[in-house]
C-alpha cells in the first residue's frame, strides 16, 4: 500500500477511527519514531497516519520554536480535515497550539502533555514530570496549572538534553533521563513519572521497568486518549470558545 | 454461553481486555441499562462484564449510601481480582470508594465522575454537570475540587429527581433532566453538559441533540479509559498510596 | 458505676454535654489510650464515653482499611444517637467516613483530622504534619486540600511507623516520630506541628516540650472542638449535603 | 463585686479559664450587648472580662476605621496580658489587628470571622456571610481568601445597614438582614449563614428560626474557640512571624 | 521628519526609551487609532512606533486567529530589536505571542491584557472585563488565570460585538459596550472595569464619565508599564524559559 | 528652593505628577536612601517628596511594627491630599496599611510589594523573594497569595538580618544579602529575585550584576508604577471597599 492510499482508506476498509497524530517538529526520524510507537499501541481497527510540517523547527524548545511551528501544524490540520481523520494528536509536550486546531478540526484534538496528565491521574496520586532542557520547565508548568493540575504534579524537572539528543546521543541522554527520573523518585516522593518530550516515548517501557514505578508516555497517552473520546462519540464542542474561525481575507 | 462461562473467558477467545463494570449500588434494572450501553461502546476485542453487589443501597444519594456500598463494591473488585479482570469502571458518579479498590485492584480503575470530567476538558473550555437529587450537588463539588477540575466547571446542577425516577418515572426523569440542561447552557454559559449519574446514560444521545453542545456520559467514558489506560500498559501505581493493603486479622 | 449507666446518664446528672469519641479500628489499647487524654481534657460538666467498634480492622492504614472500617463506624454513630448522645468525635486522622456520620447524626461530627488543622491554623502562620507510615501521606494531603489548609500546610510528613508500633513498639515509635518532628522544624521552617495519628495523644506534652514548638494532637483538639459546637448550640445543617438519608431497605 | 475585683480575681476563685474579649470599636452599647451573650455561652469555670477602647472609632466600617482602631485595641491586648488572661477575642468582623495582637500575647488571640468560618465549615458543605455595609464585603472576601476558606464561601452578602443601626434602627437593620439570609438560602443555595458583625450576636437565635439553617455567630464562635484551644493546652507560636516583637524606642 | 527617520532616530534626540506597539491584525485604521492615543499618553521624552504587521488577519477572534499573526508579530519584534528598541508593547488583549517575544526581545515585551489587569489590581478590589465577542471569553479567562488574577476577577463579559465593528459600526458598538458595562456594575458589584480589546482605547474616557467607575484600557496601561519597567532599569530575565531560541536551520 | 517650596510648587512649574514617597518607619537615614533612589529613577517631570513620620517605630519588623506604624502613615496620607499630590508610594515591603491609605487619598497608592511582584511577572516566570528578617516570611507570603502571586513566587526568603543592619552593619547585611540569593537562584530555579525591604533599594544594581539574573526593587517599581496610573489618568475606585470612610467623632 502507497503512502496515498493509506492516508485515504475507503471508510469499508476499517471499522474503527482515522487518527492523524502530528509532530509539529521538522524531524522525520522523531516522526518515524513516534510512527512506530503509534502503530505498535494503536486498537485493532484504528488507522493512523504520523507526519510532520516540513516547514517548522527541527525540535520545539521554548515558547519561540513553538509559535513558528504554528503554521505548518495547522496546515496539517486541514490537511486531515480533507481526508476525513476522525481526531488529532498534537505529539508535542508543549501542546502547542491545540486551541487554534480545536477551532479548525471537527473530532477532537488531544495534546500529548493533556492527555498523560489525565491518565497519570487515575493511576497515581501524583507524579513528576521529566523533561529535556530546562528552558522547557516554565512551559510545562504553566500547562499543568492551566489543566488544574497542580495538585498532583510534584515537580518538572529537566534532564539538561537537547530534544535531538535522544534522536542523535542516545546513550547520554537516556543515562540523564534515568538519573532525573531516579532523583525525582527519591526527593519528590512521586508515585509515577511522565515523560516530557514526545522523542522519549521508545524509553517508556525501558525506564518504567529501571524506575519501578509507573512512566506514562504522552504519546500513546495521547493516541488512546482519541480513541477513547471516538468510541464515546465526543467531538469538540462548537459554540463557544472552539467555534469555526470567522472566514477573514487576507 | 452462561455466566460462569462469560466472566472467564479462556485468554485465547479476546484478544483486547477484560474489564468489569461495577454498579455500587442494588438496582439490577439499572446494572442492565449500563451493560447495554457499555457494550455497545467497547472496542472490539474488549470483553467487559457489568454486574452489581447484592448487599448494597437501591441508590446511592449521599455519603451514607456511599459508605454502605463499600463492602459489597470491594467484593467484587475483589472477584474480578481473582478472575483475571484487567481494569475497573465504578459506575457511580459519586466515584464512590474508588482509592480503596485501587489498593486492591492490579489493573488500573477508573470512576464514572473522574472519567467524564477528564473527557469534557479536552473537548470544551468549560462545563456544567447535571445530578439527581440537590444533596449529591456538594459530593459531586468535592470531586470536582479533588480533581483539580474548578476552573472547568461552571456549575454543579440538579434536576431535582430521585436516582431510581430514571428506571421507574421515565418521563418526568427525561423532562426534567433536559430544562435543567437548558438552563445550564444559558445561564452558566458552558460548552458542553456532563450527566452527573450512572442511571442517564441511555439518555445521552437524545439530550445532546436537544442540547445542541457535547453531552458527557460518565459511564461510556470511563469504560473508554479504562480501555485507554490498559492498552496503554498502566496499572495503579503500588508504590504509595495505592499499595496493597497490608494483610490483617479480624 | 458500672459502664451501661455512664453510657446513659439521667440528664440532670450532668450540666454538660454528652460525647461520643469513636476510636474506628478494633484496637482496644488504643481506645484507652484516647479515653484516657479525652477524660483528662474534657470540661466539667462534660460526659465523654469512647469506644470502638469490633468489626474492624485494627488499624486504618490506607483507603481500603478506612473503607472496610466504616459499617462498624456508622453503627456506633447509630447507637450514639439512640443513647442521646450531643457529638461526636471520629478518632482516625484520614477522619473516615465524617461525611456519612454527619447525616445520621443530629448533633455535630468531628473528624480530629480538621480540627487539628483548624486549631493549628490559629496560633500559627503555618505547621507540618506527622504521620505513621508513608501510605497514608497522600489521603492526609488530599484532607488538607479538602479542608482548604494548603497555603497553611508546609509538608505532610511520615516518620515511617505503623500505627500499633505506637502500641507496642513504643521506644522506636517515639523516636522516629522525634526525628521527624526536628526534620520537619527545620526543613520546612513551620511554626507548629500536627500529630497524624490517635495513637500519638499521650506524646504531645513530651513532644512539644522536645520540639519547643505547640504540638496539636487531633483528639484533644475534635474533644474541645466539639464542645465548642455544643456551646454555641451549632449542629450540623440538614437542609443539603448532610439532610437525613433516604430510608431504603436492603 | 466591683470592675476591679472582677477583672483580676485571684486564680483560686476560677477552675477555668480567665479570656479577655475586646470589642474593637468604642460603642459601649455594643460592647454590653456582646458581653451578655458571651456570659451567657461561657463555661462554667470560664472567667470572662468583655470591654473597649476608648480612643477608637464607633464603628469599623472599612479599611481605614480598622486601622484606627489598632492602637486602641494592641492596648486592652497588653492590659490583659498584665492582668493574666489567658486567651482573647478581638471581637470585630475583620478580625481586625489579630497577627499584630498574637505577637503580643501570650494566650491565643482569635477573631470572630475566622472562629465562625471554622465552626461552619463542620457543620455544613458551605455557607454565604451576610454583613452591614457593602464597603465591608471586600475585607471579608479577602479574609476568607487568607484562611483558604473560598470553597465554603458561596457569597459574601451585604444587608446595606450600617453598625451602629444594629444598635439604634433595630427593626430597619433585623428587617433587611432576615431579608438579605432569605435571598442568601434561595440564590447561593448555602447550608449555613454567617453574621458578618459583632453587632448580630443577639438576632442569632432568632434568625436561626427564622432561616430554618444553622446561622453562625462569630462572637460567641470564637469563644469558644478560645476555650477549646485553652483547654488543649494551645498557645500562639512564638518561633516564627508571631514571635515577641524586638522592643524598640520611639 | 520622514516615517523612516523617525523609526530609528539618533539616540541624541530623546532623553526617554523607544518603545514599539504592535497591533498584531492587519487592521491599520486601528493601528492608527493606538497610535493616535499612545502618543496622546507616552511620557515626555518617550519615542513610540505603532504598526501592524500586513501578513496577519484583518483582527483576532479566537485562538486560530491568534495563531496566524504570530509570524507576523515576531517578525515585527525582530525588526524592533535591530531598531534599538527599549520595550515593546503588544496591542492584542489575548496577549498574543507575549511568551514568544520576550525570548526574541531584549527589552521587556508587556501584554495589553496583564498590563491592565495589573494596573485595575492596584486601584480596585475586583473589576469586570468586557471584551468584543463571546468566543474570546475562554481565552481571557485562561489568561487571567494564567496571571492570578482570579480572585481580582468578578467576570469576563462580551458585548457581542465584532473587533472590526469598532472600527466602521461605531454607534451599534458603543452602545452594546455601554450597555454591557452597566450590567456588569450591576450584576457583578464590581469596582472597575477593563475594556478587553484594543480597539476601545478611545473611549475609555466616555466609558468611565458614564460609569461612573474607573474604565481601565489595555493599551494606555501597557504603554505605561513598559515606560515604568525601562524607567525600572528592567529587562526579561534570559536565565529560565525566556533565553534566547537556540539557533536553527529550517 | 527650600523644603516647603518644594513640597507645594506651583503646578505651572510641573508638567508631571506630585508623587510622596512615605517610609512609614521613623528611621530618617533610610529616608534619605530612598529619597536618593526614587530621585534618580523618576521621571523627568515628576516631583517627588519623600518622608518618615516620627511617631513610627524605628524599622517595621512584624505584624506589631507594621500596626504601629499606621496612625504616622496615614497622617502622612492625610498631609499629602492636602498639598495635592497625585499619588502616592508606601515604602515598606509589607505594604502596610495600603487598603487604609486608599479610602483616604484621592490619587492612587502604591505598595513597594505589590509593585515589585507586578513587575517581576511580566519580566521573568517566577521569583524568589529575599528580606531581612525570617520573622516577615509569613506577613510577605500572605501577600504573594493576597495579590495572587504564588504561582509566580517560588519562596520567600530571610537573610536574616535586620532592617537597619542595612543601615549601620552594611557588610555583614550585604554579605548575608548576596549569600541568600545566590541559594535562592540555585536551589529555587528562580528567574528573578526580589529585594523585599525599601532599605535594599541601593543595593540593586550591584546585586543584579552579583546574581547574573533580574534583580527587582520595589521602592523604585512603585515609583514607576505609581507614575504610570497617573499618567493612565487611573485613580482608585472610590464605589467600593476604597469609598472614603464615613466621618465619625471620637
Redesign the interface.
Known sequence: MNKQAKINPPKSET??PKILVINPN?TSTMTDKIAKFVDS?K???TFVETLNPS?????I????????S??GL?EKIKWGEKNDFDGFVVACFDDT?I??C???ATG?V?GIC?ASL??A??????FSIVTTL??????I??LV????????CRKVRSANI?VLALENDETRAQNNLLIEIKSA?EED?C??IILGCAGMTDLT?WLSKEA???V??GV??AL??V???I???????K?????T??P???
Open positions: 471499522d474503527g521538522s499501541h486498537a485493532s481497527g516547514n517548522s523547527p527541527p525540535s524548545e521554548g515558547h519561540y520554536d513553538g509559535a513558528m504554528l503554521p495547522l497550539g486551541d487554534a480545536r477551532e479548525i477532537p488531544v493533556e489525565h491518565m491521574s487515575m493511576i497515581a496520586h501524583n530546562p528552558r522547557s520547565i516554565p512551559i508548568e504553566d496549572s492551566k489543566y488544574g493540575m497542580e495538585k498532583y537537547e523518585i516522593r508515585e509515577a517501557h519501578g514505578i509507573p506514562v508516555d500513546v497517552s488512546k486518549i480513541e477513547a473520546l468510541g464515546a462519540g465526543l467531538k469538540t464542542s459554540v463557544g470558545g472552539y467555534s474561525p470567522i477573514k481575507d487576507y
